[in-house]
């Protein structure tokens, strides 16, 4: 019932740092949560550095309105195509699926008469 719970401790890699927090397990005391080539995992503490390092976590507000200067939201980018060419892609693709089905039809069609003469 609490594998997915987790207590908030202090930062492994740095406890005196009040802004840096780590999540350990519940149900498996001294597991915590860390991240291993941006995946998260949980794993029993090993005591390096590295490990201390991949289960700390900065907690930072959110920035809903964009005033939080610690972390700023990506700048929206831009549409690679605007609506107005995506409709003409999406023309020219049944278009020339439609130009590829008739050649395909007609070809059976002579292929056919051929055969019947």
Same mark, same amino acid.
């Given at each position: ?5 987790? &207590? ?9 740092? /009040?802004? *840096? ?10 597991? =915590?949560? &860390?991240?291993?080539? =941006?995946? *998260?995992?949980?794993? /029993? ?9 991949? @289960?700390? =976590?900065?907690?930072?507000? /959110? ?9 700023? *939201?990506?700048?929206?980018? +831009? /549409?690679?195509?605007?609506? +107005?060419?995506? @409709? ?13 089905? *008739?050649?395909?039809?007609?070809? &059976?069609?002579?292929?056919? &008469?051929?055969?019947?003469?």
């Amino acid at each position: 019932m609490n594998d997915a719970t987790f &207590r908030k401790v202090p930062g492994l890699i740095k406890p005196s740092d /009040p802004t *840096l927090v780590s999540f350990e397990s519940i149900n498996y005391p001294n597991h =915590f949560i &860390r991240h291993k080539n =941006f995946i *998260l995992y949980i794993d /029993p503490s090993d005591g390096s550095d590295l490990f201390k390092q991949d @289960a700390t =976590f900065k907690i930072v507000p /959110p920035n809903w309105d964009g005033k939080n200067p610690v972390s700023k *939201l990506p700048k929206k980018k +831009k /549409p690679m195509m605007d609506p +107005k060419q995506t @409709a003409n892609l999406i023309m020219l693709i049944v278009l020339g699926t439609i130009a590829i089905v *008739l050649s395909i039809v007609m070809t &059976r069609i002579r292929e056919t &008469r051929k055969k019947s003469s």
